[in-house]
């Protein structure tokens, strides 16, 4: 067998792989995206590349997460109605901002999406203390009206980029007053479908009417097989495993990665 023909079967069996790792990692702790995107690039392709098929990839997940927690938005209609909006024309701007980036300019960016992404998981737990100490407030017009404005600044980095947008989400949620963990993150994974959605139609509309290559289809193909069955692994896992060791090891792997990314575009 041919050696270019090895190294194509070793690749796809990296990013499956990685996957598959992603898709056990956002059904038990939110994150996947730390291990999928930096797998994508380490087999040659570019940031938007990586960025675009990794979203493409894991978003079947997402569906699958919304699913799980569909009961779970009973009650918290009004919550939907107003957050979903800013969700999806943010979700837009920020894919949108994505593709008009140059390539070099998005590669320079690398390491700092990478790096934001880590420290918001890091500080999930500490910011879930401070916000239960807080406790509930009135849900006055004006403090809806900075509900959506911060929801559509998290809409934006989402379609960007992605990686950390639960534990923004959440933390808003909780200062709105909700306290049922699975209420909020019923209405978490219902706003990244939103998200995630639209940036997903953005990227396939640029593919198709201007400027293909961002999506490596044959990689989705197998990654998105590769992340569902990684989901369903994950969701089996989590009371034996823990969010909290789950999600202390997807740090660790972001901030060595983002200071391997540092040291390769900045210091080589």
């Given at each position: 067998?041919?050696?270019?023909?090895?190294?194509?079967?070793?690749?796809?069996?990296?990013?499956?792989?990685?996957?598959?790792?992603?898709?056990?990692?956002?059904?038990?702790?939110g994150?996947?995206?730390?291990?999928?995107?930096?797998?994508?690039?380490?087999?040659?392709?570019?940031?938007?590349?990586?960025?675009?098929?990794?979203?493409?990839?894991?978003?079947?997940?997402?569906?699958?997460?919304?699913?799980?927690?569909?009961?779970?938005?009973?009650?918290?209609?009004?919550?939907?109605?107003?957050?979903?909006?800013?969700?999806?024309?943010?979700?837009?701007?920020?894919?949108?901002?994505?593709?008009?980036?140059?390539?070099?300019?998005?590669?320079?960016?690398?390491?700092?999406?990478i790096?934001?992404?880590?420290?918001l998981?890091?500080?999930?737990?500490?910011?879930?203390?401070?916000?239960?100490?807080?406790?509930?407030?009135?849900?006055?017009?004006?403090?809806?009206?900075?509900?959506?404005i911060?929801?559509?600044?998290?809409?934006?980095?989402?379609?960007?980029?992605?990686?950390?947008?639960?534990i923004?989400?959440?933390?808003?949620?909780s200062?709105?007053?909700?306290?049922?963990?699975?209420?909020?993150?019923?209405?978490?994974?219902?706003?990244?479908?939103?998200?995630?959605?639209i940036?997903?139609?953005?990227?396939?509309?640029?593919?198709?009417?201007?400027?293909?290559?961002?999506?490596?289809?044959?990689?989705?193909?197998?990654?998105?097989v590769?992340?569902?069955?990684?989901?369903?692994?994950?969701?089996?896992m989590?009371?034996?495993?823990?969010?909290?060791?789950?999600?202390?090891?997807?740090?660790?792997?972001?901030?060595?990665?983002?200071?391997?990314?540092?040291?390769?575009?900045?210091?080589?």
């Amino acid at each position: 067998m041919p050696i270019a023909q090895v190294t194509t079967v070793l690749q796809v069996a990296t990013v499956m792989a990685a996957a598959f790792v992603a898709g056990a990692i956002n059904s038990i702790a939110g994150g996947g995206t730390l291990v999928s995107f930096p797998a994508l690039l380490g087999i040659g392709l570019t940031g938007q590349q990586a960025n675009v098929t990794s979203t493409l990839a894991l978003w079947p997940g997402s569906i699958g997460g919304f699913w799980g927690h569909r009961e779970d938005l009973v009650g918290i209609r009004e919550f939907a109605l107003r957050l979903m909006p800013p969700s999806l024309i943010g979700g837009a701007l920020g894919a949108w901002l994505m593709l008009v980036t140059p390539q070099e300019v998005f590669n320079q960016l690398v390491p700092w999406l990478i790096l934001v992404a880590t420290v918001l998981l890091a500080v999930n737990d500490p910011v879930n203390k401070i916000l239960k100490k807080l406790g509930s407030h009135d849900r006055t017009t004006g403090w809806w009206i900075g509900a959506m404005i911060f929801q559509f600044i998290v809409g934006i980095y989402g379609g960007y980029f992605g990686a950390g947008i639960g534990i923004l989400m959440l933390a808003a949620l909780s200062l709105l007053g909700l306290t049922d963990i699975h209420q909020m993150n019923g209405l978490k994974n219902l706003l990244a479908l939103c998200i995630n959605g639209i940036a997903i139609f953005a990227f396939l509309a640029m593919e198709f009417l201007r400027h293909p290559g961002n999506v490596q289809w044959m990689i989705v193909g197998f990654m998105a097989v590769a992340a569902g069955l990684g989901g369903l692994f994950g969701s089996h896992m989590a009371h034996r495993v823990g969010r909290k060791t789950v999600r202390i090891g997807v740090v660790s792997i972001g901030f060595i990665l983002s200071a391997w990314y540092f040291y390769k575009t900045y210091a080589v």
